[in-house]
Structures are given as structure tokens and as C-alpha cells.
């Protein structure tokens, strides 16, 4: 079942994609073809 995802975080310009826990969250919600 793919769900549709929102979620809410800093501006991406101040984002530390090797360790913000969120945006791991929001690529493997990708991965899992969710929206």
C-alpha cells in the first residue's frame, strides 16, 4: 500500500543530510515508492 507523506522540518539550506534522522526517513519512503 503506498501512502501519501507529509512532514515537517528545518529549511533543506540548513539540513545535515548525514545525520538528520528526517530526511533519512523521507528517502526511504521514497525508496518504498510512497508519495
Do not use: C, W, Y
Not at 17 to 27: K, N, Q, V, Y
Amino acid at each position: 500500500m503506498k501512502l501519501k507523506i507529509a512532514v515537517q522540518m528545518d529549511p533543506i539550506a540548513r539540513i545535515n543530510i548525514r545525520g538528520d534522522s528526517t530526511f533519512a526517513l523521507l528517502l526511504e519512503a521514497q525508496k518504498r515508492g510512497h508519495g
